[in-house]
């Protein structure tokens, strides 16, 4: 299976400061059909996780533009231009090139 | 507006069996690959299962494989996720989401204990 690691686990940020979580993969994301289905994900407390960014880089519909993914291979990066109060939460990798499908740990964002 | 609601959780013991339900509204579901993801309290996020529109790809997790089975009935736009020999590391928040993640359920709670 591929083993998805995030860092850092736990990111206390100050509201309006930046803030960036690396998801690097055990093996690499690209697909046969030459995408890399390197998803991302936030969950808020007590809510479901809601998708921010898909296949890297592409911001789902809603999503603020402080939001914004790069990455590629096996090393993914999310950052956050300027961290909001609504913010806060879990934010969690996922691979969807590879069965089964995996996420990583999870990263736990905090207003500091 | 894209709807996933599921039910069917509960309370149930060991070694019992439980069936989830994840109903769709909003899109096309039959043309839509659908998976089921669990969360363990306090815990990550776990994929489970995927069944493909048609129905014809489905693959499992290991932890699940043999107990768990994903189904599909795109007549009534409805996801199912039988559950058997549950143990007590499956009590967790159900979630089903459509395809790439783009849209899930409120999640259900299943409590397996004695």
């Known amino acids: 299976d591929v083993v998805m690691t995030q860092s850092p686990l736990s990111l206390p940020v100050t509201l309006g400061q930046p803030a960036s979580i690396s998801c690097r993969s055990s093996?690499?994301?690209?697909?046969?059909?030459?995408?890399?289905?390197l998803h991302w994900f936030q969950q808020r407390p007590g809510q479901s996780p809601r998708r921010l960014i898909y296949?890297?880089?592409n911001r789902d519909s809603g999503v603020p533009d402080r939001f914004s993914g790069s990455g590629s291979g096996t090393d993914f990066t999310l950052k956050i231009s300027r961290v909001e109060a609504e913010d806060v939460g879990v934010y969690y990798c996922m691979q969807g090139t590879l069965w089964p499908r995996t996420f990583g740990q999870g990263t736990k964002l905090e207003i500091k | 507006e894209v709807q996933l609601v599921e039910s069917g959780g509960g309370l149930v013991q060991p070694g019992g069996s439980l069936r989830l339900a994840c109903a769709a509204s909003g899109f096309t579901f039959s043309s839509a690959g659908m998976n089921w993801v669990r969360q363990a309290p306090g815990k990550g996020l776990e994929w489970l299962s995927y069944?493909?529109?048609?129905?014809?790809?489905?693959i499992y997790a290991d932890s699940v494989k043999g107990r768990f089975t994903i189904s599909r009935d795109n007549a009534k736009n409805s996801l199912y996720l039988q559950m058997n020999s549950l143990r007590a590391e499956d009590t967790a928040v159900y979630y089903c989401a459509r395809g790439g993640g783009d849209s899930w359920g409120q999640g259900t709670l299943v409590t397996v204990s004695s």
């Open positions: 296949r890297v880089s």
């Open positions: 069944v493909s529109s048609g129905a014809s790809n489905i």
């Open positions: 093996q690499s994301l690209v697909a046969s059909d030459g995408n890399t289905y």
